[in-house]
């Protein structure tokens, strides 16, 4: 009986040697499809706002970074800046979220939207896209300046159809093959510099 025993022990222990030795390797990360690398000349970008208000930003290139400055502003509806990508139409298959490494005044707010090809005012009659997409916006949650460096995170997942531009008869789908530029929008509020790194979709 303990002969019998220890053999279906030693049984057990080869078995699992076996197991652990064809164990599958853990998954290679995923390579990042780099949307803007602001050490380099280009894409463009360009700071938009509610200058009626007062309210306002501007955009330049210092230091390998693409640093927005904004005004105060006490009122309106704020200001932002438009992210241009390293493709048009940009594709972005296989990514599953937007990571931007910048640098915010702490306590800032920022509400990131991303624009399928063919996005305009939604009152338009048509939307042309492009690579499949119908001109849809997309937008995050807002998220706050730490004062320091970050990469903030946006799963794609979690970003919902705007209401207040783009196709609203679109599919309801963000077509990642056929991506637009960025939007950085800054609701009303004291004055901040934004210092933007990279745009990378992971």
């Known amino acids: ?95 599953t979220k937007i990571v931007i490494k910048m640098k915010a005044t702490k306590g800032f707010r920022m509400v990131l939207a991303q624009d ?3 996005c305009g005012p939604k009152e338009a009659t048509s939307f042309i896209g492009s690579n499949g997409s119908d001109g849809e916006r997309w937008e995050a949650v807002e998220v706050l300046g730490t004062g320091k460096v970050k990469e903030y995170t946006f799963k794609l997942a979690d970003l919902r159809v705007s209401t207040g531009m783009g196709n609203q008869n679109g599919n309801k789908t963000l077509d990642v093959k056929g991506l637009g530029t960025i939007q950085l929008y800054f609701p009303a509020q004291g004055a901040a510099s934004v210092e933007i790194s990279s745009i990378k979709f992971q």
């Not at 076996?18 to 949307?35: D, H, N, Q, S």
Request: net charge positive; proline share 4%.
């Open 116 to 118: 399928e090809k063919g």
């Open 1 to 95: 009986m303990r002969k019998a025993l220890l053999a279906v022990m030693a049984g057990l222990l080869v078995a699992g040697a076996g197991m652990a030795a064809t164990a599958k390797k853990p998954a290679k990360k995923a390579k990042a499809i780099v949307y803007a690398d602001y050490s380099k000349p280009e894409p463009g970008a360009w700071a938009w706002g509610d200058d009626g208000k007062g309210c306002g930003a501007s955009f330049e290139r210092k230091g390998g970074k693409g640093v927005v400055t904004v005004k105060v502003c006490d009122g309106g509806w704020g200001s932002g800046v438009t992210l241009g990508a390293s493709a048009d139409p940009f594709d972005a298959e296989g990514a």
